[in-house]
């Protein structure tokens, strides 16, 4: 079920009272009247807690900005609550259409896999509202697959092994999905020096005088061979008519092909109600925007579709080649996963491709294709597994914060997508949206959320509270004003020459007896040094700093605290000599960042559950613990939780300095619990060494190893002769007879006396384990 959020009902007002009295009580400033609002809009953009009373006979006898206040403060002091503007926060639901859970069959353009799919804010300026969201992949949902491959010269190998791809890949997709399409394209390079060979000679034939090869068709940019189809056999009948070509350089133009295969929608095929895979078979780097420029194409890409009637791009020669964000943007429209399918040449280079566009994943590509099917199917099965949101035309003057509960049921701050799902998990978003603003007249007023590769989406319309009703009934000059201002929420707005609240006296008048009113209190500055007097109130002086204002000229907005020379650190409002923060940040200059993404640790969880998130960074308090995101901890309980248990190894309490063997120094510790100590891998966290005694050219698998924890900081000493480390003491000595047993056996002795010292060695660890147990050991021949 939907729910609005969880601070729009009981706990919103809670929220709402506490804030209000926490602001009204730190250091006695009230935030409301301390703003100097001189209109009902000024004052709900000092603060969401702020009111205004446009009660005509309210507060005659104090100042302008007394109309600004707490609301209960308001009525307290006589305000009637009709009068009251005071707009709050919320949403409301407008389309609700409950998830589905199967995609396929006679409802399957019916199919809803977002919830819900249409809502409304209601957002006042610095004030926030919560609604969630919950997105449920279906079972047996349309899949469509375009294959788009590289046929330069190259990829001749892979050419030959998909020839009969459809069929085999239709069967193992369809115990995925009961409604599958396949469709074909390809690509080389653009036709022009110095990306091709473009001499007379080579147009018809790049490949002539190439002795391994000497036969192609010309080069070309990219051909749209085969629209998505469920009839698998023309697949392979496309692919069996297609020759390799030759390009001259070693990327490849196939982001030009990516591009039309995704804005292409008509020719391709792309049904609305299906995933969209698109398969990048390459075995080589591709071009980028810029390079273009070194074959005269001065023109970027413009994003749309060139294929002529021959289904060929047309633009190739015309237009450079298409940006990282250029592509991102035209695969997300047209909600498209993109599958590159690379040789391990070049994995890195396109991993590192897949944070920079959304809704790609990338997998390693046998030399000749021959794991082209397992390749697709994982990287159907990966994507399946996934979701993340995505924001759709975000207003600069909206801050989203996200927190995701994924099937664990444990909510993650600050992320926005979950993994390792089954088909048909539901997993839920909690969204917070913050206004920091009014936006200008005629500014669209919303944005879109949709999982990524999806085509469902949810539409968010913003109301912006920044105006009062009370406006509605403006009057100028207005009697109530002496005919000198215009009435407005209670309060007179007056001519320019004309001061007073009802605009009853002329700028420059000074009454001597008065001036105590624009005194802070007796014995300060007349409007505090930084104003003057006029009509019984403080005209305060403009700086070239910022604005100073108050009843008294008392405030300002740039005498607040700095982080690194910014006012706020940028993330706040300068308030009267305080910082009012930004949602998420906190802090006297709002440098402390609350959001935890970057604390989360790969297991989702906060600072590995060994710490705390302080300032987008984790503080660990488990003893033992270190890490970026305290991830490392060989003391803690769970440190073996994870690792898989192979071959036994012994540790001991630190009891004496380490000892040299003739190999390493090795050094005793405490015995770890039982479920760590036949852990070989635990290794890797522990910094554990291998004291390793073996012969010269022996092969690994005559060699034995002992493995000792290596730890500059010595654990609490065990004072010897101590029976409770003599059974993990046994273990040792068994394992050094062994390796002594087997290695006199083999009678196997090197030039230089391995064999005398490895004697030496294990003797040597033989005295310290006896020193350290107090116990009588077996021999050692």
Same mark, same amino acid.
């Given at each position: 079920?939907?729910?609005?959020?969880?601070?729009?009902?009981?706990?919103?007002?809670?929220?709402?009272?506490?804030?209000?009295?926490?602001?009204?009580?730190?250091?006695?400033?009230?935030?409301?009247?301390?703003?100097?609002?001189?209109?009902?809009?000024?004052?709900?953009?000092?603060?969401?807690?702020?009111?205004?009373?446009?009660?005509?006979?309210?507060?005659?006898?104090?100042?302008?900005?007394?109309?600004?206040?707490?609301?209960?403060?308001?009525?307290?002091?006589?305000?009637?609550?009709?009068?009251?503007?005071?707009?709050?926060?919320?949403?409301?639901?407008?389309?609700?259409?409950?998830?589905?859970?199967?995609?396929?069959?006679?409802?399957?353009?019916?199919?809803?896999?977002?919830?819900?799919?249409?809502?409304?804010?209601?957002?006042?300026?610095?004030?926030?509202?919560?609604?969630?969201?919950?997105?449920?992949?279906?079972?047996?949902?349309?899949?469509?697959?375009?294959?788009?491959?590289?046929?330069?010269?190259?990829?001749?190998?892979?050419?030959?092994?998909?020839?009969?791809?459809?069929?085999?890949?239709?069967?193992?997709?369809?115990?995925?999905?009961?409604?599958?399409?396949?469709?074909?394209?390809?690509?080389?390079?653009?036709?022009?020096?110095?990306?091709?060979?473009?001499?007379?000679?080579?147009?018809?034939?790049?490949?002539?005088?190439?002795?391994?090869?000497?036969?192609?068709?010309?080069?070309?940019?990219?051909?749209?061979?085969?629209?998505?189809?469920?009839?698998?056999?023309?697949?392979?009948?496309?692919?069996?008519?297609?020759?390799?070509?030759?390009?001259?350089?070693?990327?490849?133009?196939?982001?030009?092909?990516?591009?039309?295969?995704?804005?292409?929608?008509?020719?391709?095929?792309?049904?609305?109600?299906?995933?969209?895979?698109?398969?990048?078979?390459?075995?080589?780097?591709?071009?980028?925007?810029?390079?273009?420029?070194?074959?005269?194409?001065?023109?970027?890409?413009?994003?749309?579709?060139?294929?002529?009637?021959?289904?060929?791009?047309?633009?190739?020669?015309?237009?450079?080649?298409?940006?990282?964000?250029?592509?991102?943007?035209?695969?997300?429209?047209?909600?498209?996963?993109?599958?590159?399918?690379?040789?391990?040449?070049?994995?890195?280079?396109?991993?590192?491709?897949?944070?920079?566009?959304?809704?790609?994943?990338?997998?390693?590509?046998?030399?000749?294709?021959?794991?082209?099917?397992?390749?697709?199917?994982?990287?159907?099965?990966?994507?399946?597994?996934?979701?993340?949101?995505?924001?759709?035309?975000?207003?600069?003057?909206?801050?989203?914060?996200?927190?995701?509960?994924?099937?664990?049921?444990?909510?993650?701050?600050?992320?926005?997508?979950?993994?390792?799902?089954?088909?048909?998990?539901?997993?839920?978003?909690?969204?917070?949206?913050?206004?920091?603003?009014?936006?200008?007249?005629?500014?669209?007023?919303?944005?879109?959320?949709?999982?990524?590769?999806?085509?469902?989406?949810?539409?968010?319309?913003?109301?912006?509270?920044?105006?009062?009703?009370?406006?509605?009934?403006?009057?100028?000059?207005?009697?109530?004003?002496?005919?000198?201002?215009?009435?407005?929420?209670?309060?007179?707005?007056?001519?320019?020459?004309?001061?007073?609240?009802?605009?009853?006296?002329?700028?420059?008048?000074?009454?001597?007896?008065?001036?105590?009113?624009?005194?802070?209190?007796?014995?300060?500055?007349?409007?505090?040094?930084?104003?003057?007097?006029?009509?019984?109130?403080?005209?305060?002086?403009?700086?070239?700093?910022?604005?100073?204002?108050?009843?008294?000229?008392?405030?300002?907005?740039? &005498? /607040? !605290?700095?982080?690194? +020379?910014?006012? @706020? $650190? %940028?993330? #706040?409002? =300068?308030? *009267?000599?305080?910082?009012?923060?930004?949602?998420?940040?906190?802090?006297?200059?709002?440098?402390?960042?609350?959001?935890?993404? &970057? /604390? !989360?640790?790969?297991? +989702?969880?906060? @600072? $590995? %559950?060994? #710490?705390? =998130?302080? *300032?987008?960074?984790?503080?660990?308090?488990?003893?033992?613990?270190?890490?970026?995101?305290?991830?490392?901890?060989?003391?803690?309980?769970? !440190?073996?939780?994870?690792?898989?248990?192979? $071959?036994?190894?012994?540790?001991?309490?630190?009891?004496?300095?380490?000892?040299?063997?003739?190999?390493?120094?090795?050094?005793?510790?405490?015995?770890?619990?039982?479920?760590?100590?036949?852990?070989?891998?635990?290794?890797?966290?522990?910094?554990?060494?291998?004291?390793?005694?073996?012969?010269?050219?022996?092969?690994?698998?005559?060699?034995?190893?002992?493995?000792?924890?290596?730890?500059?900081?010595?654990?609490?000493?065990?004072?010897?002769?101590?029976?409770?480390?003599?059974?993990?003491?046994?273990?040792?000595?068994?394992?050094?007879?062994?390796?002594?047993?087997?290695?006199?056996?083999?009678?196997?002795?090197?030039?230089?006396?391995?064999?005398?010292?490895?004697?030496?060695?294990?003797?040597?660890?033989?005295?310290?384990?006896?020193?350290?147990?107090?116990?009588?050991?077996?021999?050692?021949?």
């Amino acid at each position: 079920m939907w729910k609005p959020c969880p601070f729009t009902r009981h706990a919103a007002l809670i929220v709402y009272i506490v804030l209000e009295i926490f602001i009204h009580s730190v250091k006695g400033l009230n935030v409301c009247t301390s703003g100097s609002a001189t209109s009902c809009e000024e004052c709900l953009l000092i603060h969401p807690s702020c009111a205004w009373c446009a009660q005509e006979d309210f507060g005659q006898a104090r100042t302008l900005n007394s109309r600004c206040d707490f609301s209960q403060n308001l009525q307290k002091r006589g305000c009637d609550d009709p009068f009251i503007e005071n707009p709050r926060s919320g949403s409301s639901l407008l389309r609700s259409k409950p998830l589905s859970s199967k995609g396929s069959g006679v409802t399957q353009y019916d199919v809803i896999q977002i919830y819900p799919q249409k809502i409304s804010l209601s957002l006042r300026p610095g004030d926030q509202t919560s609604f969630e969201v919950q997105v449920r992949p279906v079972e047996d949902y349309p899949v469509d697959l375009y294959y788009l491959m590289d046929l330069s010269l190259s990829m001749k190998d892979d050419l030959d092994t998909i020839r009969n791809l459809g069929t085999k890949l239709a069967e193992e997709m369809r115990k995925l999905t009961s409604n599958f399409r396949l469709g074909f394209g390809s690509f080389v390079d653009k036709n022009i020096s110095p990306f091709s060979y473009t001499a007379p000679k080579y147009q018809d034939n790049p490949c002539n005088g190439y002795k391994l090869f000497p036969n192609c068709v010309p080069t070309f940019g990219f051909r749209h061979l085969l629209s998505l189809t469920d009839k698998v056999d023309r697949f392979n009948e496309e692919v069996q008519k297609q020759l390799v070509s030759r390009n001259r350089d070693a990327p490849e133009g196939g982001f030009d092909a990516i591009l039309q295969a995704a804005v292409c929608k008509e020719k391709i095929g792309w049904r609305k109600e299906a995933y969209h895979l698109l398969v990048f078979a390459t075995d080589d780097v591709p071009h980028l925007a810029l390079d273009g420029k070194l074959g005269g194409l001065v023109h970027p890409h413009d994003g749309q579709c060139h294929l002529n009637d021959k289904n060929e791009y047309s633009a190739a020669n015309m237009m450079d080649y298409p940006s990282l964000a250029l592509l991102g943007e035209k695969l997300a429209e047209n909600n498209i996963f993109l599958i590159f399918a690379v040789t391990k040449r070049h994995y890195v280079l396109y991993k590192n491709l897949t944070a920079l566009i959304p809704g790609t994943t990338v997998e390693i590509l046998d030399q000749d294709s021959k794991n082209i099917i397992q390749l697709i199917v994982n990287a159907y099965n990966n994507i399946r597994s996934k979701v993340e949101l995505s924001v759709w035309d975000h207003p600069e003057d909206l801050n989203l914060a996200f927190t995701a509960t994924c099937q664990d049921g444990q909510p993650l701050t600050g992320l926005r997508k979950c993994a390792d799902l089954k088909i048909g998990d539901t997993v839920s978003f909690n969204i917070t949206v913050d206004a920091r603003g009014c936006p200008p007249k005629g500014t669209r007023k919303g944005f879109i959320i949709r999982p990524v590769g999806f085509k469902d989406r949810l539409e968010v319309s913003v109301d912006y509270r920044c105006d009062c009703s009370c406006t509605y009934y403006t009057k100028s000059n207005s009697s109530r004003c002496n005919s000198a201002g215009t009435y407005s929420c209670g309060m007179c707005h007056c001519e320019p020459g004309y001061l007073g609240a009802r605009c009853e006296c002329e700028e420059g008048e000074v009454d001597h007896q008065h001036l105590s009113a624009c005194r802070e209190a007796e014995g300060k500055q007349v409007c505090s040094g930084r104003g003057e007097c006029s009509c019984n109130q403080c005209l305060c002086y403009e700086s070239e700093f910022g604005k100073i204002y108050g009843t008294f000229c008392e405030c300002d907005d740039f &005498s /607040c !605290a700095r982080h690194k +020379g910014i006012l @706020c $650190s %940028g993330h #706040g409002e =300068c308030h *009267c000599g305080e910082c009012k923060c930004h949602a998420g940040y906190i802090g006297d200059n709002c440098n402390c960042s609350t959001e935890t993404a &970057s /604390c !989360a640790s790969d297991d +989702g969880k906060i @600072c $590995s %559950g060994r #710490g705390s =998130c302080v *300032c987008g960074r984790c503080q660990c308090t488990e003893p033992g613990a270190f890490g970026d995101t305290c991830e490392k901890c060989p003391t803690c309980p769970d !440190a073996c939780g994870t690792k898989s248990a192979t $071959s036994p190894y012994c540790q001991f309490s630190y009891a004496a300095p380490p000892v040299w063997t003739g190999l390493k120094y090795i050094t005793f510790y405490k015995t770890l619990p039982p479920h760590c100590v036949e852990n070989q891998h635990l290794a890797d966290d522990l910094n554990v060494f291998h004291c390793r005694f073996e012969k010269a050219r022996l092969t690994p698998s005559t060699r034995s190893d002992m493995h000792f924890t290596h730890s500059p900081t010595p654990l609490q000493p065990l004072i010897p002769p101590s029976p409770t480390i003599q059974p993990a003491l046994k273990v040792c000595v068994e394992n050094v007879n062994r390796v002594f047993k087997k290695q006199k056996s083999e009678k196997a002795s090197g030039p230089d006396g391995v064999s005398s010292r490895t004697e030496t060695s294990l003797l040597t660890v033989r005295r310290l384990s006896s020193w350290l147990s107090g116990a009588v050991l077996t021999t050692w021949s």
